[in-house]
């Protein structure tokens, strides 16, 4: 399954969201897609039971604008460099560790971490996070091992 | 003559607090000499930000204000412009502000004692390391904070910022069926908190007292939430229109907070003690009865035991919640209709960390000339303060990691939402 995290009301927050809806609509039938604030009990709800899940968020660290990171943490903990903003309390990196100390996590989790520019207000994706939505639909499509890419 | 030993203590990012702050102690030769909150986040505009806006905004502009607690934002906001308007609402209005806010005091409590709060008595770094040790404790948490979150998604459309709030009522009434599949998860909450608070008296406590006046609203016949007058244990009862006359604020330097005191200079409490003390008797006789079970006396001025009062608040609100699901008629209309009216208007709910006063002044068109918002923790500052104070005096022989770890905690037992107090934590220990 896919989860697409961010805030459609924060500029390129909403990335995370973006690549999931797309991802929906080239292969509406093969996964399921769900889309969330970064709530946790949300999150570990999303995501169970599911063998295996692709997690997209947008993310701030000092990679160009655009970039795509992408982050196995079936077996350890994602780097909290990329991933500190959360609304309250716990992040996206602390709600992986919090489901896995609790046997919540599934057997397989991916993340991908869509380098953003502008998280200021509005509905609008900057030219750098669009280009990295683009990117990250194809490397999504790719670690789900879709068929019907095209 | 001989050189004084100072020492400081000093942490830069308080964790497991809402937002951004810090704490500095200094003790000279074994006493203390200055204990210190600073709070760092920018100020927060918002009352400014509200002048020139419709009064129709406020509830929705103030809930911006805290992702923990909205709902108190939204219903001060709310219960000021209805003060001002005269403006009555339906017994089935009252009942669902009632409930979405029983929701927010489960979502809240559930992740303070929880998340950032327990992981303190039983000496885990957090929640995550908490739970690689106490998996079952964790899920009942996270649970909780669950059933927190669909009562908000069903009454207020979403767990956070909710968007079905209004000035005079709601834009849609849930229905009662919808309501109806509230009742299984919150009669599963409530066994959840009541094993919470037999869990939480379990903890090791220090046996402290704190010494200032506690202030909460209160009502007759219910535990305050939503409405109330302005009580306290030293004989202060007054309506929410006179707060201004009672309380007032200061700016400190160190902080980005304004500092409040009753108008006679007292320092005061508010918040889960504050409220226990004064109306232990008009909680549900279930979360009385628990209450008893393990022991915790009325009131409560150890603010360590702060924890085990949030726990039997837990209790009260799944019970609340219960009762007004089972008492709840779908209305003829969501929402009073509200025609603004040039004056003053004055709002105070209990926040989950404590009492939230609102005060506008609007023109006759409804345009919002003035705004003050006083949220719990900048009324709660001085007291912190003046807590963590002989806390220090207290322990001042603990190694500087251990001083440190029981300062943090001492601050955690408050709940402060550094977030909203800004208009805060780092933690610093000098021993000179």
Not at chain 1, 10 to 21: F, K, M
Not at chain 1, 84 to 105: C, D, F, N, V, Y
Not at chain 2, 177 to 204: H, Q, S
Not at chain 2, 232 to 253: A, I, K, T
Request: net charge negative; proline share 5%.
């Amino acid at each position: 399954m896919v989860i697409g995290v961010g805030n459609s009301y924060r500029g390129d927050d909403a990335a995370g969201r973006e690549v999931a809806r797309r991802v929906q609509e080239r292969v509406p039938d093969e996964l399921e897609v769900v889309v969330c604030g970064l709530e946790p009990t949300r999150l570990i709800d999303a995501w169970e039971g599911a063998d295996a899940a692709i997690v997209v968020d947008a993310v701030s660290s000092e990679a160009e604008p655009g970039t795509v990171h992408r982050f196995d943490v079936t077996s350890e903990a994602l780097p909290s460099r990329e991933f500190r903003s959360s609304t309250h309390a716990l992040g996206i990196g602390e709600t992986i560790e919090l489901a896995r100390a609790i046997g919540r996590l599934p057997a397989r989790i991916v993340v991908f971490g869509i380098e953003g520019e502008v998280f200021g207000s509005g509905t609008e994706l900057s030219g750098p996070a669009q280009e990295g939505v683009e990117r990250a639909v194809e490397l999504v499509l790719e670690e789900a091992g879709c068929t019907s890419r095209h | 003559m001989s050189t004084p030993t100072r020492r400081t203590i000093k942490t830069d990012y308080l964790a497991r607090v809402e937002g951004e702050g810090a704490m500095s102690v200094r003790i000279v030769d074994g006493r203390v000499d200055e204990v210190e909150l600073r709070i760092f986040e920018p100020p927060r505009f918002f009352e400014a930000l509200l002048r020139g806006r419709s009064f129709l905004e406020a509830p929705d502009i103030t809930s911006r204000i805290c992702g923990i607690c909205p709902v108190a934002y939204q219903m001060s906001s709310i219960n000021a412009m209805e003060d001002l308007c005269g403006v009555e609402v339906s017994e089935p209005i009252r009942i669902l502000r009632r409930l979405l806010y029983c929701g927010e005091w489960i979502e809240s409590h559930a992740l303070h004692v929880y998340m950032l709060h327990a992981p303190d008595f039983l000496g885990y770094a957090g929640a995550v390391e908490m739970a690689r040790e106490h998996a079952d404790v964790v899920q009942r948490g996270l649970s909780l904070k669950k059933t927190g979150n669909e009562l908000m998604i069903v009454i207020g459309g979403r767990e956070i910022h909710p968007v079905n709030v209004k000035v005079g009522g709601f834009y849609r009434a849930p229905r009662k069926r919808e309501l109806r599949e509230l009742v299984e998860p919150l009669e599963r909450a409530r066994e959840a908190a009541l094993e919470t608070v037999r869990w939480t008296a379990g903890f090791e406590f220090p046996e402290r007292a704190v010494e200032c006046e506690l202030v909460s609203l209160a009502e007759q016949g219910a535990y305050a939430i939503e409405s109330g007058r302005v009580v306290s244990d030293r004989g202060l009862d007054v309506g929410v229109e006179d707060y201004d006359g009672h309380f007032f604020e200061e700016h400190v330097e160190r902080s980005n907070a304004l500092h409040s005191r009753r108008a006679d200079g007292v320092t005061y409490l508010c918040g889960p003690l504050a409220r226990y003390a004064l109306s232990a008797d008009r909680l549900s006789p279930l979360a009385r009865e628990v209450a008893g079970e393990v022991g915790l006396e009325v009131p409560c001025r150890d603010a360590f035991r702060s924890i085990v009062v949030r726990s039997v608040e837990l209790v009260y609100a799944c019970d609340e919640a219960l009762r007004l699901i089972g008492e709840y008629e779908e209305p003829d209309a969501p929402a009073a209709e509200v025609e603004p009216r040039a004056g003053v208007g004055h709002g105070a709910t209990e926040a989950p960390r404590g009492l939230l006063y609102h005060r506008y002044e609007l023109d006759a068109d409804g345009t919002i000339l003035d705004a003050k918002i006083v949220p719990p923790t900048s009324q709660n500052q001085l007291a912190i303060e003046e807590d963590l104070r002989q806390v220090v005096d207290r322990y001042h022989e603990l190694t500087d990691d251990d001083l440190r770890h029981v300062c943090e905690q001492a601050i955690r037992n408050f709940d402060p939402c550094i977030s909203c107090a800004t208009h805060f934590l780092d933690l610093k220990i000098v021993r000179e």
